[in-house]
């Protein structure tokens, strides 16, 4: 009855821009955006680079075919991520898979007549399946709730070699809320039979390639915990008693399971290949050697290259590399339902009442202090420097219902800008010297913080009436969600769980929060008075990262459920899992937005209509 009641106190009056049914929402993703990733060819000493298909478009992960006729590589260029193959020379350009599903790392048979691909198209989690070329006609090869990745067809065409997390729990890293990668490598015949685990289970092991013989497979492997740090996008040691980030090149004989290290020199190496001349080419992260590299001790094409593919005869390579671009803040990209219009935008945004224009978590240049409040007018590709602290973070602003405020949190916050470098390893780690709720103006005048004391403040949301906002605290003074009334001061305890993230809804009758339990974040509601409790998601992963609709029906937020699509160490991405969700405020009728590789997060629904108080 309250719902209702909310209703006829709020009338939704649709603006002229776009059908009434329109649900436009906008998003964060790390990386990458359109000119920050290139597919390039050369010889494999790196010399007669060039681009293969252009830089406009975010091309990646080539693979040549058997007879060095042509290069299958995927691009999002159509949408989602799909496969497509050319000539060497970049001629004939062609399309090879249509589905709104995600399709990846591709794999030649020995023949080449067909691929062997991972897929999201059974489910949303990553398959493999096989593709005649000549039909094209499509076949799972592996089915279950793991992930199945990076596969490589043997020479003699008995077996396909992949890396897979089946059987992990998915575990937090140490003193982090992100999932180690814990992955193995296994063998399957083509026909789907003979499934064998050949490594043993409980760390990481990646990228299988096989020898020319088919007896042996190349593989890189690390401790289950350095999944964390070796995706991002420049690894750093961990500590002062581990100078170097090490990975190791392992070859393991697929009938024995014995496995033996390839001598290489330290540092953050992946996707090896073996190459003619009893050569390995693979791919080094760690600078200053980041690029391609041999165990001959020759170089190849050098810096921020993520994934390589040799020719069949070993003299060029094919590579896609990370490459600079301006930040987007506003760029169309692809939805996987036709209802709902997303944009990829800056971290953490929030519109204004009638959602033309917004504000959004700058990040910091040249340290791990600094990210400012930007804002931006919606539909440009530009934004202003609100408010900077140049010894603090600014975080998760969000704009007062009557936009003549903007409240945000304020503060270090380590572990959001530090890297893996803040962890949470007693609960006074969370605290981190306190940081406080401020508010500005529009105009970037009249900033005041609104908290005190010793706690750690942040996120906060303001009820319908302006009068209140929810955050939440953790620190001496306990933890959870707290609501402080602006005119008064008055806090008072709305949880004491470890909860965060907390939203107002725009009806004003319900809070959302993500909690920390059993394992993993779930999101919940509860009512302002702090009575009924509810709990709206049941996933394995975290669903965190909401945002409501403007009319308080539905709720757009980040989940891990579908887990990894790739292996971390290719996508520079801290959490690279993450896919966009709606669903109703009572938790029903979920649907799956994207559907990618990257870390897609920090949602925010843009208003299609002005809110009018009816009396």
Do not use: F, H, M, W
């Given at each position: 009855m309250v719902r209702k009641a909310a209703l006829v106190v709020v009338a939704l009056v649709a603006?002229?821009?776009?059908?009434?049914?329109?649900q436009k929402i906008v998003f964060a993703r790390v990386f990458p955006n359109a000119g920050q990733v290139g597919l390039f060819i050369a010889a494999a000493d790196g010399s007669g680079e060039r681009p293969l298909v252009g830089l406009s478009e975010i091309d990646y992960d080539p693979v040549w075919s058997p007879d060095g006729a042509s290069i299958v590589f995927t691009s999002d260029r159509e949408g989602s991520a799909d496969l497509f193959r050319v000539k060497p020379d970049g001629a004939g350009l062609e399309r090879l898979t249509d589905s709104p599903a995600y399709d990846d790392q591709a794999a030649f048979s020995p023949d080449g007549k067909q691929l062997v691909f991972v897929t999201t198209r059974n489910g949303g989690r990553a398959n493999l399946w096989t593709m005649d070329l000549q039909t094209r006609r499509a076949k799972a090869l592996t089915t279950g709730a793991g992930a199945d990745l990076r596969p490589s067809w043997s020479p003699d065409g008995q077996w396909v070699a992949f890396s897979s997390d089946r059987g992990s729990t998915l575990p937090f890293g140490h003193g982090r809320w992100e999932h180690l990668q814990i992955v193995d490598l296994y063998v399957i015949h083509p026909d789907g039979t003979g499934l064998t685990r050949i490594t043993e289970h409980g760390n990481f092991c990646g990228s299988p390639k096989f020898s020319a013989d088919s007896r042996r497979v190349i593989a890189y492997c690390m401790d289950a915990e350095d999944t964390l740090e070796t995706r991002r996008a420049s690894p750093k040691p961990e500590n002062d008693t581990r100078p170097t980030l090490n990975t190791r090149l392992v070859s393991i004989d697929i009938a024995t399971n014995a496995a033996s290290d390839v001598a290489a020199p330290q540092g953050v190496k992946f996707n090896p290949s073996y190459l003619p001349a009893n050569d390995?080419?693979?791919?080094?992260?760690?600078?200053?050697?980041?690029?391609?590299s041999y165990t001959s001790g020759k170089r190849g094409p050098k810096g921020d290259v993520r994934s390589a593919a040799w020719s069949p005869d070993g003299t060029r390579v094919a590579f896609h590399r990370r490459l600079t671009a301006p930040p987007t803040t506003w760029l169309k990209t692809f939805?996987?339902?036709?209802?709902?219009?997303?944009?990829?935008?800056?971290?953490l945004p929030s519109f204004n009442h009638s959602g033309d224009r917004f504000v959004m978590s700058g990040r910091p240049s040249n340290s791990t202090v600094g990210a400012s409040l930007q804002i931006a007018t919606t539909g440009t590709n530009k934004f202003d420097v609100l408010y900077q602290d140049k010894s603090r973070n600014v975080m998760a602003p969000s704009w007062s219902p009557s936009g003549d405020k903007i409240i945000f949190g304020i503060g270090v916050y380590n572990l959001f800008f530090n890297g893996f470098n803040g962890q949470v390893l007693k609960p006074e780690d969370r605290i981190e010297g306190g940081a406080q709720i401020a508010i500005v103006n529009p105009d970037g005048s009249g900033f005041r913080e609104v908290t005190s004391g010793p706690n750690n403040n942040g996120f906060p949301s303001m009820a319908p009436d302006g009068k209140r906002f929810v955050y939440r605290s953790f620190g001496p003074d306990r933890e959870g969600l707290r609501i402080m009334n602006l005119e008064t001061?008055?806090?008072?305890t709305l949880t004491t769980g470890y909860d965060n993230f907390p939203l107002w809804s725009p009806r004003g009758d319900l809070i959302m929060f993500s909690r920390a339990a059993q394992g993993d974040y779930e999101i919940y509601t509860i009512k302002p008075d702090g009575t009924g409790v509810k709990r709206l998601t049941f996933s394995k992963g975290n669903d965190a990262h909401m945002a409501w609709s403007p009319d308080g029906e539905r709720i757009v937020f980040a989940s891990t459920r579908m887990g990894f699509k790739d292996e971390g160490t290719y996508t520079d991405a801290p959490q690279p899992y993450g896919e966009l969700f709606v669903m109703r405020y009572d938790g029903s009728d979920v649907q799956q937005l994207t559907d990618n590789q990257w870390e897609d997060g920090t949602p925010a629904w843009q208003p299609t209509a002005r809110m009018l108080s009816s009396r």
């Open positions: 603006l002229a821009a776009g059908p009434s049914n329109s390995i080419g693979y791919v080094r992260k760690d600078a200053p050697d980041a690029g391609i939805s996987r339902n036709p209802q709902y219009e997303l944009t990829l935008t800056g971290i001061k008055a806090v008072t």
